[in-house]
């Protein structure tokens, strides 16, 4: 009998976990008549179909659409995904982080009337109302400012730029949110992005893809997750402490960063019993903005600096356009972007080329909608493929290749396109857009106003493809040398 009572309890966890996982498979097979695709699996749903080493890739496959059409239905586990249209505008599944907020979840996935309000404070803040004598322009030309000192210190030698070009947007944010910049030595910083750095490579890794397929069953497992969420609270504690820091020296009527615009508004707001504006939405919209404005950021500058080392023809004329127009004294600013056509599309290539977010944030559809002669029921998990968008072959002929000309009419002016979409399009475009042009601008065209870019091999010889595909695209570690002009 007792031999026999391990085998009793293993039957009984095993009945268990395939009842659980038969109730997630009957919901997610819910009414509707979703589009076509490849027949899941129980439990692992296609996932034997995939390349988790590079999901997007997988997603577009040409087999996939050919046999069942542009828009086509996967099973990521026990969960349907599948193509976009204009009801998919509530935030999809992401299990990870969801489960780090616990109760205040709801806030940062962000549906209705709650993350309406939000979004609009957090966008017209951003445009520079309320934010105080000092323009967001100016702190981003402080820290470029910054940044190039920084660079100056490496005397030419070769270095690995990773952590500088991080430290530039983390500062940003620090003095939107808070009207503070950090040296780059500084211990706090250093902790901080430490914080942000981990939790990057994290989101992007296998154990996170797992843990999303599978929370209901992970949550319960130690592992890396929940080193996750330690990251995620340490970085609302910070944010907690200066917006206790902001409350003790608030003078509405001269508002020095966001967090003092929504204490402001917070205290027009406290007799109104339904309001949005208190310290819980502060603290996740602070970190939404810590989080979400300093590696993607950061990694887009890496990226572009191999890929101007890479091609040192368009490296060299994107420094004449700026002597040209700028000269080599004066600081560049917003107002010379559209003295710089060649720049602006060096720039737009960039971001379509390396497809920062190929699959996007995953959407949820609002309600049972119908989507050509398809139903897809409400909180279908949806992932707008931006990547497909990004190197259509009709807008950008030939889009494997870098070239700025992407963005070049013939008149060698800038040419606007809807086809570029890197920070998502329609109602969930990303709320830091505005903020993340101006910071790649002044970043890019302050550094080859002062350096050029030197590689330790041959050009032809650089390998500009992302060592890891997942969530994000990451570029490969190299080192470069700054050479003053």
Sequence with gaps: AKMGLPAISAALVVCVTCLIFLFVWKKSHRGGRLPPGPTPLPIIGNMLQLNLRDIPASLSQVRMAKEYGP???????????????????DRGRFPIIDDTLKRIRHRLTALGK???????FTLTTLRNFGMGKRSIEERVQEEARCLV????KT?????DPTFILSCAPCNVICSILFSERFQY??????FLMELLQENFKQINSRWCQIYNLWPALMRYFPGKHKEFSERINDIKYFILEKIKEHQESLDQNNPRDYIDCFLSRMEQEKHNPGTEFDLENLVVCGSNLFTAGTETTSTTLRFGLLLLMKY????????EEIDRVIGRNQMPCMSDKMKLPYTEAMLHEIQRYITLLPSNLPHAVAQDTKFRQYVIPKGTTILPLLSSVLFDGKEF??????DPGHFLDKNGCFRKTDYFVPFSLGKRVCVGEGLARMELFLFFTTILQNFSLKPLVEPQEIDAKPIVTGFFNIPPVYKLCLIPR
Excluded: S
């Design 71 to 89: 828009v086509y239905t996967l099973y990521f586990g026990p969960w349907p995904c599948c193509g976009l249209g204009d009801e998919f505008q």
């Design 155 to 159: 005397e030419a030698q070769p270095f």
């Design 114 to 120: 709650r993350w309406k309000h939000m979004r609009r």
């Design 149 to 152: 000192e920084a660079f100056r």
């Design 397 to 402: 002929p030939n889009p494997e290749k870098f």
């Design 185 to 190: 030595e500084d211990k706090t910083f250093l």
């Design 312 to 319: 040192p023809e368009v490296q060299a004329k994107v420094q």
